[in-house]
């Protein structure tokens, strides 16, 4: 375990390293003590998340063979074609060109597709095949079983952490400790830490904060991507840390949140001030009238109780729950961000059709159909009209990962400027008219080592949630009711893809909350197949799932979209946790919430 691997003398599990420690970030804002000095309220608590697999739809399957031109080609999905490309050109030592990816849109993703897991051994295969003569291809499909141990996870936390306030509920101090299981190599390991340490302070202006992060190398599996990537463990922290703060101070907990939510002018932990476009006070203000609150005197009240079971079933209780959260939008941190997009304009008098190359990844979540309606709202053409050519580094540029809430950002902004170019290029009669245009968003920068500070992200998108369920007191059941995501996209480019990505994050994370414990001992997976890691079915989802969708536009978004697809995800959890302490008077800081873990907690003889 990490504690074990932070030991002095503690096997080095990579020598060369001379340390366990993969990475680490600290950050350094304002006078700690002091804070804690104004503080009339302390909360002091330890949280662990647990492990949680991607339970992708497909398996990792692919197919590679040698293409017309002689390039190594290999057909798998994932998340970024270009990047995939490269790793296998170094790994077999061939030029880039030489090696060729396509990515069918086909078996889901969740960041679990961000790690190469079959790509190189399938492009060896069919190279050492020509070499020998033998031009056939190659197929490998991983079993389920084979999935399970065989690509990273969600990252494990260990996190201490105390809150200080003042009597009226302003924060004034947080002190966080963040410890990660980085498993056993390390990819994404460094980044998804960054986002924990960012959004352990959850978006509140608090002016004294220390954070000390840090992800370490353990004899178990890797772990790496997995949507929110580190936001839905530093958003249970730090909504844990808020609604406690709300029960000791005797305060509303949307009325605590609404007084110390960040906006354009407070600065983050980080030291710098958010992107214009802030909205989590709305998306707040939203959730809470849907949910039962109501501004009251100038104050928020619940003013709608949640309507209590039978009482001929005492074992029966029902509990209500808030929570609210932020995430990046694109990569963070001073790492290079661009998008590039090509735009083909067919016909002689007027534009018989369009061709738009894109690399993005489509993993499920409808990216292809986003870039046509973009393109044809850009092109003034009927839907109809366009053409996709994707997923292939012979014919598509690079676009950069489906990943960190960023292809319709990214891509949405790379096709607007190719498709205008293109349509300039027609006015002056070139045709085929034909550009090519690469987005770069305003840069970002990485933490500075002694304090922290950094402008760490361009965008954010900005999520709450409110939760109704009941729990049985005597087996530990969770059932969940109601839960109230209001969320806010900039611009609703699919309002019916919005809707789902909405709804398939409630019920992944609730799968996260409630049902997936993952199991690994000696390093090795117990829990290897989905009879014993469970994950959400028909009749584990919520009864209602109200997806509320507002639309407040990000000045450089794509007609003022902003990326979406994790932040339903973050404030599940701690919402879930907050009604499971309403419905039984006991606070939850680890899960997930299995019947076991409930039931013995509240009847521990």
Known sequence: DPHTALE????????????????????????????FEEADFVVESSYETPVQEHAFLQPEAGVAYMDEENRVTVVAAGQWAHEEQEQIAHALSLPMDKVRVIQ???????????????????????YRLAQRGIHRPVKLVWSREESMFGHGKRHPYYMHTRWGAKRDGTLVAAEVNL?????????????????????????YAIPNVHVDSCVVYTNNLPNGAFRGFGGPQGAYLAEMQMNKLAELLEMDPVEIRMKNLLDEEKTISMNSKLPKGVSIREVLKDCAEASGWKLVDGAWKQVEEISQPDPK????????????????????????????????????????????????????????????????????????????????????????????????????????????????????????AIATFVYRPPATTPMNKETGEAMPNFSYGYVAEAVDLEVDVETGEIHLLKVTCSDDVGKAINPQQVVGQIEGAVVQAGGYAILENFIQRDGKVVTDKLSTYLIPTVLDIPDQVESRVLEIKDPIGPYGARGMGEM????LVPAIADALHQA?????????????????????F
């Open 104 to 126: 069918p849109a086909i078996g889901g993703a969740f960041g679990g597709r961000e790690d190469i897991s079959i790509q190189i051994v399938l492009a060896l295969a069919a």
């Open 8 to 35: 002095s003398g503690s096997t080095l599990l990579h020598p060369d390293r001379g340390s366990n420690v993969i990475h680490s970030y600290r950050i350094r804002k304002g006078d700690l003590q002091k804070g």
């Open 568 to 571: 339903p995800y973050l404030p």
């Open 179 to 203: 410890v990660a299981d980085g498993g056993a190599y390390c990819y994404t390991s460094p980044k998804v830490l960054g986002n924990a340490t960012l959004m352990c302070t959850g978006p």
């Open 584 to 604: 039984t008077g006991v606070w939850f800081n680890r899960f997930p919430f299995t019947p076991e873990l409930v039931s013995s907690t509240l009847q521990p």
């Open 313 to 432: 079933k005492p074992y029966l209780r029902r509990g209500r729950g808030i929570a609210c959260a932020y995430k990046n939008v694109g990569f963070s941190f001073g790492a290079p961000e661009s998008c590039t997009a090509m735009v083909e304009l067919h016909g002689q008098t007027e534009i018989d059709y369009a061709v738009v190359h894109h690399a993005g990844s489509d993993v499920g979540q409808g990216a292809h159909t986003v870039f046509a309606q973009i393109a044809a709202e850009t092109l003034n053409l009927p839907i109809e009209k366009i053409r996709l050519v994707t997923g292939d580094t012979a014919f598509t540029p690079n676009s950069g990962s489906a990943s960190a809430s960023r292809m319709t950002f990214m891509a949405g902004n790379s096709i607007i400027g190719a498709a205008r170019e293109a349509l300039a290029r027609w006015e002056q009669e070139d045709r085929p």
